[in-house]
Every structure is written in C-alpha cells, then in structure tokens.
C-alpha cells in the first residue's frame, strides 16, 4: 500500500 | 526540508542532549518518570522499522539512530546504573502507562495509515508519542520543586512537535496538499498536553521563580 506519510520524517 | 522540521528535529534533539546531561553530571534522574522513557523507546522502535529498509538521506539515518541510541541509554541509565537507579521517584511515577501502549495499539489497528505491519506499527507510534509526556507530567506535578533542567527537558520536548506541527502547515502549503489526518491530529493532542506545563515555565521563566506546576 502507500507509505505512510511525511515517512522522510522523524 | 524547511525550517520549522530542522528547528523540530534540533529541538527534539536539545532535549534528549539535556536529560541526558542532566542524568550523568547529577547522577539523579530525580524528577523524571521512567514510564515516559520506556515509552519514548517504544515509539523509536516501532516508528524506525524502515531504517535499513528505505534510505532518505545521511541525516535521517543519523538522527534515526541518535534518537534509537540516546533514548536506550537514559532507558538504562534508569533502569540498571547502580547509583542513578537508587534516585528514581518509582513511588511517584505511579501513571498506568500499559493501559496507554494498549489504548494506541487498538486504535492503530482500528484506524491505520494502511493495514501492513509496517504502516500500523507507525501509527502505533504516532499515536504512543501524542500521549507518550503523560506519566512525566504527573510525575511534575507530584513534585515538590522541579530543577531547571528537567523543566527545560519537557519544555523542549513539547516545544519540538509545535515546531513541527508549523513544518506540516509550511509542507502542506508548499509541497504536499494533501491532509495527513493521522499525524497532525496527533501533533496536536501532543502539543496540547503541554498546554499549562507551558503556561507554568513560562511564567516561572519571567518572574525568576521556581517551576511549580499545582496538583
């Protein structure tokens, strides 16, 4: 599925 | 990249670096719950999976790790130096933490980002975190005088998600324009819970008084 967002996070 | 994420992450980082000062030149976690760290080591666990799996940059890597590394070490610390252990407040830091890992994980299976281990595990860890500051708040308010550096620690970590709360306006704005409902509804919870911790150092702050939160 899509990954979860803002995953570039912390 | 923008601003208010690196002023966040730099902050989040402050606090980290702060507690964990605090912890080895005093040798006393005196003030600090237990149950907060365990969960903070909980949230990076199950946040981080994707650590040796997706590749952003050096510096997600980095601070992925750092976060992983110090929130273990203050985990320990607490949990097994012979002379830090002796000066936890374990009669103070009585909050049900348990019921708080088993509340988010229900509602992370309830109400995922998407139905993949990976993808509940990170909203377990969205949700953990929003009310991860709990049992330390309790623990704040139980004691009589809080020294400057525990109140800096909570201060700056609750200053952390309000900065990034502004990165998700800015990003929204700029970039994405789509609604994240999972993790800004959970900023905000975060954020408000720090709401009269808030109010309390920053009064303390302007009329040179000690922290004093009402029970």
């Known amino acids: 599925g899509p990954s979860s967002p803002s995953k570039d996070e912390l | 990249m923008n601003v208010f994420r690196l002023a966040g992450d ?20 005196a003030g ?20 040796f799996t997706r590749y952003f940059s050096v510096y997600n890597v980095l601070m992925k790790l ?12 607490m949990r ?4 830090v252990k002796q ?13 708080l890992i088993l509340g988010c994980f229900l509602m992370a299976l309830l109400i995922p ?5 990976t993808e509940v595990l990170w909203t377990f860890s969205i949700y953990l975190e929003a009310v991860a500051i709990l049992p330390q708040l309790v623990l704040l308010q139980k ?39 999972i993790p800004w509804i959970s900023g905000l919870v975060q954020t408000a819970l720090y709401a009269d911790f808030f109010y309390y150092y920053i009064q303390s702050w302007r009329k040179h008084e000690e922290l004093k939160l009402p029970a």
Not at chain 2, 32 to 51: G, H
Not at chain 2, 66 to 77: E, K, L, M, P, Q
Not at chain 2, 155 to 179: C, D, P, S, V
């Open chain 2, 113 to 117: 980002f998407d139905f993949s281990v």
């Open chain 2, 80 to 83: 097994y130096h012979k002379v």
């Open chain 2, 143 to 181: 004691s009589r005088n809080i020294d400057n550096l525990t109140g800096n620690y909570v201060f700056l970590l609750g200053a952390y998600r309000a900065l990034y709360l502004l990165n998700w306006i800015y990003r929204f704005f700029t970039e994405i324009h789509k609604i994240r409902w």
């Open chain 2, 10 to 29: 730099m902050t989040h980082l402050l606090s980290i670096v702060v507690l964990l000062l605090k912890i080895r030149t005093t040798k006393s976690c």
């Open chain 2, 66 to 77: 750092i976060f992983i590394g110090t929130s273990v070490a203050i985990f320990w610390y």
């Open chain 2, 32 to 51: 600090i719950s237990l149950k907060t760290q365990e969960l903070y080591v909980l949230v990076f666990l199950t946040r981080y999976l994707d650590l």
């Open chain 2, 87 to 99: 000066t936890y407040s374990k009669d103070l830091d009585s909050f049900r933490h348990y019921h």
